[in-house]
């Protein structure tokens, strides 16, 4: 009995050196599945083509036969960079719905002219120039999320909601009834965006995009006024749209 006492407590004493001899079976880690939820931030770049289409009622001081007025509106653009924030939440399998919003700076301008058209050589009453140097929209997002053999993990989307711009209108009116003035009015324009792109995740949290966007501010007054001959000055009026392409890339917390 004593002796079997003794080989117990020998065997107790060394079983730990001879468990830490023993094989340990390895664990592989569980991948976690890609998912695009999750807050993201970014920056993008890109250019713009604007339309505006620009009137104003001109009073004719000294109307001539078959005399009328003219806008002529030579459609420019330009390019902004900006940044972006927003959340995405994928659900239902491949279903995604998020929100972003951004903010644009660079330059945007057109240029044209007011014509009175009598004959066959039109007088010009007044030279105007828009810029746009500041623009943003908040939009709602949904898409769909494959992963294609050559696009790799990928999310197609449509996109709209509230867009806003501040734009500057000037105009140079020659005839006034105290000779040329030249007038400048700056609105915050409000409207809305609409377009789709797609994003491509090279990283679990890194991604980058392609967007086009196009919106449509309305018709606004400008305190910017045009004249004939001298007659009461009349606002300019303009309705803006603008067609929008730009690249972008976003790093996702997730």
């Known amino acids: 009995m004593k002796k079997s006492l003794v080989s117990f407590v020998a065997l107790m004493w060394s079983f730990p050196a001879l468990a830490a001899d023993l094989p340990v079976k390895y664990k592989a880690p569980v991948a976690i599945p890609f998912s695009w939820t999750g807050f993201y931030v970014g920056a993008n770049g890109g250019c713009a083509g604007e339309r505006s289409d620009i009137g104003s009622p001109v009073n004719d001081a000294d109307p001539g036969p078959n005399a009328f007025f003219r806008f002529d509106t030579e459609r420019q653009g330009g390019c902004f960079g900006g940044v972006q924030a927003g959340y995405n939440y994928q659900f239902a399998g491949r279903w995604v719905a998020g929100l972003e919003a951004d903010a644009q700076f660079g330059l945007l301008s057109s240029r044209g002219q007011l014509l009175e058209v009598e004959g066959a050589n039109p007088e010009v ?55 040329a003035v030249n007038f400048g009015d700056t609105k915050t324009l409000t409207g809305y965006a609409v377009g789709a792109g797609a994003e491509f995740a090279f990283t679990r949290n890194w991604s980058v995009k392609v967007e086009y966007l196009f919106m449509d501010f309305g018709n606004n007054t400008y305190n910017a006024f045009v004249s004939d001959d001298g007659s009461l000055l009349s606002a300019v009026n303009a309705t803006t749209t603008m067609h929008t392409g730009r690249f972008g890339l976003n790093y996702r917390f997730n």
């Open 125 to 179: 009453l007044a030279a105007y120039s828009q810029t746009m140097r500041h623009y943003g929209t908040a939009r709602g997002r949904l898409g769909y999320a494959a992963e294609l053999p050559v696009f790799g993990k990928s999310l197609w989307y449509v996109t709209g909601g509230f867009a806003w711009a501040r734009n500057n209108m000037s105009v140079n009116a020659f005839e006034t009834s105290t000779g």
